[in-house]
């Protein structure tokens, strides 16, 4: 065994055959070299345990492969694509929102060019970075005025901490809400350094509720949309025109966080009911905030439209400053609004929208393409049937809506691949792939891969099986 290990490659040796080839040739060498180390472990973790036959086994030539296999699995970027067969369209973890194809490209060019982020070209002075977004956003929500900060979070934020800092905030019970990633609002309140003032009770809240309430130290009225739940049954909630008109006679602005804020109309695809930032702003809202990246299909941003006189005293908070966006976010949300002024367009081109949209017969047609790709590529590792399903928004948007699909349930030949077993497998494999379990099977929504993805979903089933 001793001799065994004196064949071993050097690193050196090792090192210099990865170097050689591509891609590998223009990977940082610390990242060759860790992989190369580890490599060699294994290798000599196989001499101790007497799996190596003999010393031809360990000569450079009889170790490439594998050394090249390894060096790839262990040299990838740990942040990287994925292939999303959950049908959950703004799915939080998986990234939310895909971007336009214009959004890429204008994304590409800021990153990589100069640009007049903040600099003014009529003037040859300096600029506002969201003087590019804010008269698209004045247009698309009618508006006076709009901010756009890192995320909504911070939109919410930065409104507290500028209108309410120090003083009370009136908020429905049935409004406390948390969502993914321990985001609740009473929390976030507390940063903002505002009071929360709870009216009402779970299930209902009346209009006397807020108005008995309000004293000296009153700052604002907030009503926050219950984005990921839906309260059922004897239910009450004060109309945002209602809220507008205590605001207005006790001289109170009327805050509204809106989470996931659609600027497209969804009744169009028969949806349920849910606001447009359009109909908020125009029943008088002071101050509305919104996801960029959640049904919008913009990037991550908090966008803040509203009064003029409140949004101008928001934009001088110095809070502002480090929860601005960046250019390449700047870039993606204009090429995303700009869209938006043709509704047509948007449907067609923001992936988010086109995503909602598609129909059952679509979807029912891309189901059984995936499933003819999958049978052919593979018969003897699994078989692809199709069935009725549903797919999901996601991103607290729409939380009681099924979205009619076609599931492609995935059964493998060897029986023993329990769907749990087959859903880990699939996030080992290149790219992965996140798909969903329905009655012990696991099923594919196509709704979430792109056509040109439907190969690629069998390859990582292939490899996963294999
Ligand atoms: C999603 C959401 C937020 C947080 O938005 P991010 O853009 O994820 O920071 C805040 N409030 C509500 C009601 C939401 O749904």
Redesign the pocket.
């Known amino acids: 065994m001793t001799t065994l290990f004196r064949h071993l490659p050097s690193m050196d040796a090792v090192l210099a055959h990865l170097v050689s080839k591509k891609p590998f040739d223009s990977l940082p060498r610390p990242l060759l070299r860790q992989a190369a180390d580890r490599f060699l472990d294994v290798v000599r973790e196989e001499i101790r345990a007497g799996l190596v036959p003999g010393p031809e086994a360990l000569a450079l030539p009889a170790l490439a492969p594998r050394l090249c296999a390894f060096a790839a699995a262990h040299t990838k970027p740990r942040f990287r694509r994925v292939l999303n067969a959950t049908g959950v369209v703004v799915h ?1 973890n998986l990234g939310r929102s895909l971007l336009a194809d214009a959004a890429v490209t204008a994304v590409a060019e800021a990153a990589a060019r100069y640009s007049n982020l903040e600099f003014d070209l009529a003037t040859g002075e300096r600029g506002s970075r969201y003087s590019h977004v804010e008269d698209l956003l004045k247009t698309l929500t009618g508006a006076e005025a709009a901010l756009v900060v890192n ?6 934020l930065i409104i507290l901490d500028t209108l309410a800092k120090g003083r009370e905030v009136i908020v429905s019970r049935g409004q406390l ?1 948390e ?1 993914g ?1 321990s ?1 609740r ?1 009473p929390e976030v309140m507390a940063k903002s350094g505002a009071i929360l003032k709870e009216v009402g009770a779970t299930n209902r809240t009346h209009r006397r509720d807020y108005e008995n309430a309000i004293t000296d130290a009153t700052a604002a009225l907030l009503k ?5 739940f839906k309260i059922i049954g004897f239910t009450k909630e004060v109309p945002l025109k209602e809220l507008q008109e205590i605001g207005q006679a006790h001289n109170l602005p009327v805050i509204e ?4 804020g659609n600027l497209f109309d969804f009744s169009i695809l028969a949806m349920g009911h849910e606001p447009t930032v359009q109909r908020v702003v125009a029943d008088g809202a002071d101050v509305v905030s919104f ?4 049904v919008l299909g913009g990037p ?3 966008i803040i439209v509203g009064k003029k006189h409140y949004i101008d005293r928001i934009k001088k908070n110095p809070l502002n400053r480090a929860l601005r966006i960046d250019k390449m976010t700047l870039a993606a949300l204009e090429a995303t609004l700009r869209l938006y002024l043709d509704p047509a367009l948007a449907a067609a081109k923001v992936p988010t929208l086109a995503l909602i949209g598609q129909s059952p017969d679509t979807l029912r047609k891309k189901a059984r393409r995936l499933a003819a790709i999958i049978n052919k590529t593979a018969p003897q590792l699994m078989t692809a049937t199709t069935r009725p399903g549903a797919s999901r928004v996601g ?2 948007a729409f939380p009681e809506e099924d979205l009619a699909t076609t599931l492609v349930a995935i059964t493998p030949a060897d029986a023993a691949v329990t769907a749990d077993a087959l859903r880990e497998r699939l996030l080992g494999v290149t790219p992965p792939l996140v798909a969903r379990i329905e009655h012990d099977t696991l099923c594919l929504d196509p709704r979430t891969l792109a056509e040109d993805e439907l190969a690629v979903a069998a390859q990582a089933l292939v490899q996963a099986l294999e």
Not at 151 to 156: G, L
Not at 224 to 228: E, G, I, L, R
Not at 257 to 260: A, E, F, M, P
């Open positions: 939080t995320n909504n979070a911070a939109a919410v809400v969502i990633g985001f609002i926050v949309h219950t984005s990921n966080d809106l989470g996931s996801s960029g990246d959640k991550q941003a908090g991103g607290g």
